[in-house]
T-cell receptor, first 111, second 113 residues
Framework: GEDVEQSLFLSVREGDSSVINCTYT??????LYWYKQEPGAGLQLLTY?????DMKQDQRLTVLLNKKDKHLSLRIADTQTGDSAIYFC???????????FGSGTKLNVKP | DAGVTQSPTHLIKTRGQQVTLRCSPI?????VSWYQQVLGQGPQFIFQ???????GRGNFPDRFSARQFPNYSSELNVNALLLGDSALYLC????????????FGPGTRLTVT
């Protein structure tokens, strides 16, 4: 279960909502994550969801999990120019900290 | 509190050389994992160390090795460098062996010429 797929690009206008999608293949995934990476920087943990949950909300971020379709999404409300970055979906399974990452979605927020 | 720190920030090596990258985890974290991020791709898991022992290994050749010290800091060594080893090397720390939250450092950018 090592395939995590994301669309490569998303462009939105400031103030709109952004929805970034991810599909994964490992049905035994325990946790699913969203990380943010700004140019030249490491990965910032944004949020995560346990596999027995359908939704998690954290301020402007909403994570939706469809376990049947193995589909994860991240919604960013009121998107700001500071949200421009690459967003990575990741899954973990098993009993050690081995994460599988997608290739990332580059979010471009236009003023 | 300081986050995960890595050194050096950037490094340029030539093919065939050896390199050592260093990582200090967040205070109180006992697990360190290493990832390789090639430009335009997501990070790929290399190793996890917990309590100074290797707990997981990704699909990387034996040229890659690592160790963890009593203070939980870690080093990643790569021998006989190839051009394809050029990447951002990320270190992540977590509290325990199976912790679900991993926090990443800023990475070391390795360029092999």
């Amino acid at each position: 279960g090592e395939d995590v797929e994301q669309s490569l690009f998303l462009s939105v206008r400031e103030g709109d909502s952004s929805v970034i999608n991810c599909t994964y293949t490992d049905s035994s995934s325990t946790y699913l994550y969203w990380y943010k990476q700004e140019p030249g920087a490491g990965l910032q943990l944004l949020t995560y969801i346990f596999s027995n949950m359908d939704m998690k909300q954290d301020q402007r971020l909403t994570v939706l999990l469809n376990k049947k379709d193995k589909h994860l999404s991240l919604r960013i409300a009121d998107t700001q120019t500071g949200d421009s970055a690459i967003y990575f979906c990741a899954e973990s399974a098993g009993n050690f900290n081995k994460f599988y990452f997608g290739s990332g979605t580059k979010l471009n927020v236009k003023p | 509190d300081a986050g995960v720190t890595q050194s050096p920030t950037h490094l340029i090596k030539t093919r065939g050389q050896q390199v050592t990258l260093r990582c200090s985890p967040i205070s109180g974290h006992k697990s360190v994992s290493w990832y390789q991020q090639v430009l335009g791709q997501g990070p790929q898991f290399i190793f996890q160390y917990y309590e100074k022992e290797e707990r997981g290994r990704g699909n990387f050749p034996d040229r890659f090795s690592a160790r963890q010290f009593p203070n939980y800091s870690s080093e990643l060594n790569v021998n006989a460098l190839l051009l394809g080893d050029s990447a951002l090397y990320l270190c992540a720390s977590s509290t325990g062996r199976s912790s679900y939250e991993q926090y990443f450092g800023p990475g070391t950018r390795l360029t092999v010429t």
